[in-house]
């Protein structure tokens, strides 16, 4: 038998986490597998549990203050369905897993995994989402860039409980994502693309892109993103094998059971060059 905690409240379960050395477990999709231990054996938690996913108040995705907060506990199968999400986040995840893990899975829960796969990162980083972070004592905000700190690690103190995820409500003219994986639906990403841009009078204005599962965190550079912004489109399509030698030391991937790092470098890289190269008609083509 697993000990665990089930507070009524926010308030309480930040009691309870100032008090005990537990773990939070939401919709716990991830972590009883990393705990599995063999078919129709329990997992091995060395710490009890402290369940949060039944709380309302991380439930909960309100527009306010031309940003959009999502509660941490909100499922992924909720988040494709809310009007209040961009529709390139909702696709995003709805190729996530299946249907009935995204009834369990938490936005919260795939942040706070950390994994360079998880399929909410490139997105979040791309239009620099905040995460709210609250103990017994108080709050803090961090970016997410900053909240990941290395594979499966992440900056959670061990009397914090992330709450909040914060965007900004606004729409980019231009909304592109790939994921590459083994099939189209229940698998882990190969490498995951997302890029934004905004395009007035056939300039460039302002530009996102972020690589998922090719390096130790999502790569995201800033700076190459400001040599673009600016530019006209054509100058940017002209401009796109010096664009790629510039991203290409930075997709550092790995060999393991899902593909090579040679082949994960390659198809990121040529994700790069198509979003690029046809960035003006991205404008009109639906997320498919």
Request: proline share 6%; aromatic share 6%.
């Amino acid at each position: 038998m697993v000990d665990g905690f089930r507070p009524e409240t926010l308030r309480e379960a930040l009691e309870i986490r100032k008090q005990s050395d537990c773990l939070p477990i939401a919709g716990g999709t991830d972590l009883m597998v990393q705990k599995a231990r063999g078919f129709a054996l329990k997992p091995d938690f060395d710490k009890p549990l402290l369940f949060i996913g039944h709380l309302p108040e991380l439930q909960q995705i309100i527009i306010e203050n031309n940003q959009v907060d999502i509660g941490a506990g909100v499922l992924l199968s909720d988040l494709i369905k809310s009007a209040k999400i961009p529709a390139v986040f909702q696709k995003a995840i709805s190729l996530m897993a299946s249907p009935p893990s995204r009834n369990i899975a938490t936005i919260g829960g795939n942040i706070c995994n950390a994994s360079p796969a998880g399929d909410t990162l490139p997105y979040l980083y791309a239009v620099d989402a905040r995460l709210v972070l609250k103990s017994a004592s108080g709050e803090r905000i961090v970016p997410i860039s900053e909240f990941v700190t290395d594979p499966k690690q992440n900056d959670l103190k061990y009397d914090e409980l992330l709450t909040q995820i914060i965007i900004p409500n606004r729409k980019f003219d231009v909304n592109y994502y790939k994921k590459i994986g083994q099939r189209k639906g229940m698998s882990l990403s190969k490498a995951s693309f997302t890029g934004l841009a905004d395009i007035e009078n056939s300039n460039v204005t302002d530009i996102r892109i972020a690589f998922g599962s090719v390096a130790p965190t999502i790569v995201r550079s800033r700076e190459i993103e400001a040599s673009i912004i600016g530019k006209p489109v054509s100058e940017i399509k002209a401009a796109v094998p010096e664009i790629v030698k510039k991203y290409a030391p930075l997709i550092r991937p790995i060999d393991d059971a899902r593909s090579s790092a040679a082949y994960r470098k390659k198809v990121s890289l040529r994700l790069l060059e198509d979003f690029l190269k046809n960035i003006e008609s991205w404008k009109t083509r639906s997320l498919s």
